[in-house]
Each structure stands twice: as structure tokens, then as C-alpha cells.
């Protein structure tokens, strides 16, 4: 079954500790990229990564870093979490020239 | 740049209601695609349709049914009599074309929020 595997599904952290979220696709595609829904604000883009070794920022990428060191695989790092960065995490991936994203079932993430 | 606007909040309405659910959208692309995801209140985002900017045919998928107007830059969503089980957060979202070494970014918007009362 094709799909996006995001994990954990929840956390609560502390500040300051750091965290990773990771996220796996089954369906060789090349570009994947990460997203963070905050209420009355949708979704918007943190990171994305074109292939292999190939990132880049979205619209909001200050606290985060991402990897892109496996096809499948592209792990959200937090270094050093604050509180604003509780939210919503979205993983997606999108075979290109699809533009059908295919999305994880998302990360709730809680930093007190 | 791109924008997507759902100028609708909150909709709540009485099972079996037809509802419709706005989006307007900006682009300076002549090639682009759009999008209406549904949230359930478990959290996990729902493809519902994709239409790309050459296709202005309306679509009609059971009770559910697109409206898309180049000339007024509008890809609404409607939603015949209304379920409980319709209840969700819709986003509508924009997608430039793919294009060599371009970004497939989907640009959201902030969501309609929708209930669905028995």
C-alpha cells in the first residue's frame, strides 16, 4: 500500500530538548517536503527537498532542519524546540510532475 | 505570488443542507493546478479532487460537486445534502506547474471549518 509514515504521532517535549520527526515514503518519489498547520493559518510549508541531498526552505523554516540522506526518508529536526513551535506536522511526498502530494497522518507536537 | 483565500471560517448547517464552500486563488501562472483537502476531526488530510487550470469543467463526484471559473479566479466546493459524517475542516490549495528545478509547493488556505448538525 503506498503511503507516507510519519512518527511519533504525538509528542510532548521540553524546550530546549531536542527532537526528530520522521518520515518515510514507500512510493519512490523524488520530492518530499514538510508542512506545519497552526490554527487560522492552514498550512504552510517548512522545508522541502527536490532528491536525494537536495533541500531547501519553505516559507517558515527559522528552528528547524531537515535531512534528505535516503530517497525514502526525510526527518524534521528540532535543535532546540520553543514553545512556538507547537503544532500540527505534515509530511508529504509528490512524484513529480504529479502535483498530487501524498500526505502522513501528522505529527501533534506539544514544546512546554 | 500565490494566494489562496476561503474568506469562510465556520459554516454550520442542518443535515441534508446543501452547503458551498469558497475559494478564490491568485497566481501569475497560466499553468497551474488546485486542490480541496478535507480534515476530519482525527486529524489526517483527505485528497478530495485536483483540477488543473486548462480543465474548467465542473466535476460532480456523488454528493459532492466542483465550480471552477477562471474568469473570477474561483474553485468553490458544493456539498448536497449535507451529512453528519461531512463535518471536517476543507482546505482549498494551489500548486504552481511543475517546472525544472521549481518547487512543487502547495499554497493552503486557512480553512473553512464545517458542521454538520442531525
Known amino acids: 500500500e503506498a503511503q507516507v509514515t510519519q512518527n511519533p504521532r504525538y509528542l510532548i517535549t521540553v524546550t530546549g530538548k531536542k527532537l526528530t520527526v520522521t518520515c518515510s515514503q514507500n512510493m519512490n518519489h523524488e520530492y518530499m517536503s514538510w508542512y506545519r498547520q497552526d490554527p487560522g493559518l492552514g498550512l504552510r510549508q517548512i522545508y522541502y527537498?527536490?532528491?536525494?541531498?537536495?533541500?531547501d526552505k519553505g516559507d517558515v523554516p527559522e528552528g528547524y532542519k531537515v535531512s534528505r540522506k535516503e530517497k525514502r526518508n526525510f526527518p524534521l529536526i528540532l535543535e532546540s524546540p520553543s514553545p512556538n513551535q507547537t503544532s500540527l506536522y505534515f509530511c508529504?511526498?509528490?512524484?513529480?510532475?504529479?502535483?498530487?502530494?501524498?500526505f502522513g497522518q501528522g505529527t501533534r507536537l506539544t514544546v512546554v | 505570488a500565490q494566494k489562496v483565500t476561503q474568506a469562510q471560517t465556520e459554516i454550520s448547517v442542518v443535515e441534508k443542507e446543501d452547503v458551498t464552500l469558497d475559494c478564490v486563488y491568485e497566481t501569475r501562472d497560466t499553468t497551474y493546478y488546485l486542490f480541496w483537502y478535507k480534515q476530519p476531526p482525527s486529524g489526517e488530510l483527505v485528497f478530495l479532487i485536483r483540477?488543473?487550470?486548462?480543465?474548467?469543467q465542473n466535476e460532480i463526484s456523488g454528493r459532492y460537486s466542483w465550480n471552477f471559473q477562471k474568469s473570477t479566479s474561483s474553485f468553490n466546493f458544493t456539498i448536497t445534502a449535507s451529512q453528519v459524517v461531512d463535518s471536517a475542516v476543507y482546505f482549498c490549495?494551489?500548486?504552481?506547474?511543475?517546472?525544472?528545478?521549481?518547487?512543487?509547493?502547495?499554497?493552503f488556505g486557512k480553512g473553512t471549518k464545517l458542521t454538520v448538525n442531525p
Open positions: 508529504a511526498s509528490t512524484f513529480p510532475g504529479s502535483t498530487e502530494a501524498f
Open positions: 483540477r488543473n487550470s486548462f480543465d474548467e
Open positions: 490549495a494551489l500548486s504552481e506547474a511543475p517546472t525544472q528545478g521549481g518547487s512543487e509547493k502547495l499554497v
Open positions: 527537498s527536490m532528491n536525494v541531498e537536495v533541500t
